[in-house]
């Protein structure tokens, strides 16, 4: 494995973090006699923006998933804050997954467990909503939403609990560009002010650049690359830094597809 570092102006110190660390050693995972991942070994800090990258079919979402507590590994381990538990990480997809009879803050509410109709979640639902900018919606159905207003919603629904890990899959590939730009801002500024471990799948790569401390590459199932994003926040693309490290990735990736 191979990193390189890029370095641009200071960054803004951070805030201390709520978030979990993690340990992954030796991670595999198969299907049928394919293996999608194979010794995945990384270190994930408390609080830390990580984002994965790679072709499509490279073992990001499995990886993901496996972070998540949604599938087991076949070999190898891990741990959050020294434990085996997954049940602080929280998921946001690529589909909103928002229930069509339920109201915006009842699907909200789904997020806060078996506690969901209590007084609390109700109050924290409504909260979550007005952190990500759309608190005047609770009350109305998924259905009269716009595309990036679901995916508020979804943000929402993932951080009512208060999250430690948020593992977000691509939540944001189906938006318009401008929608994307609006939804990368507010995912950076919710994990400013949250500080829990954030973990992206994207294939989008100046979205890694906009938003990774760290850019984990994945290649044919193993951890090619690791770079980190020494850059001051928020980041812009004119940025001849940003640049940089965005054509290092774009390099990397159509190689490894040259080379496929």
């Not at 102006?9 to 993690?22: E, I, N, T, W, Y």
């Not at 507590?69 to 997809?93: H, S």
């Not at 001051?232 to 640049?243: I, L, V």
Request: hydrophobic share 50%.
């Amino acid at each position: 494995m191979s990193a390189a570092v890029f370095a641009g102006q200071a960054a803004v110190p951070r805030q201390p973090s709520l978030g979990a660390g993690m340990a992954l050693r030796g991670l595999a995972k198969r299907f049928g006699v394919k293996t999608v991942l194979r010794d995945v070994d990384l270190d994930i800090d408390a609080g830390e923006f990580v984002v994965i990258v790679g072709r499509s079919g490279c073992g990001k979402t499995t990886l993901l998933r496996l972070i998540a507590g949604l599938d087991a590994a076949d070999a190898g381990e891990l741990r959050i804050d020294g434990e085996r538990a997954t049940d602080c990480v929280r998921v946001m997809f690529q589909e909103h997954r928002l229930l069509p009879w339920a109201s915006v803050a009842a699907n909200v509410r789904i997020g806060f467990g078996p506690a969901r109709n209590s007084a609390e979640a109700q109050a924290r639902a409504r909260a979550a909503l007005g952190e990500v900018g759309i608190g005047e919606r609770a009350d109305d159905w998924p259905s009269v939403l716009s595309g990036g207003q679901k995916q508020r919603a979804a943000l929402a629904r993932a951080l009512v609990s208060n999250p430690r890990v948020l593992a977000l899959d691509e939540p944001l590939g189906a938006l318009d560009a401008l929608t994307r730009i609006e939804m990368q801002n507010l995912l950076e500024s919710v994990w400013l002010k949250e500080r829990f471990t954030a973990i992206l799948v994207t294939h989008d790569v100046a979205e890694a650049v906009r938003l990774g401390d760290r850019i984990v590459l994945l290649e044919g199932g193993e951890i090619a690359q690791i770079i980190p994003v020494d850059l001051p926040r928020p980041r812009r693309r004119g940025d001849p830094a940003f640049a940089r490290i965005e054509d290092i990735l774009l390099g990397r990736l159509l190689g490894a597809t040259a080379a496929s």
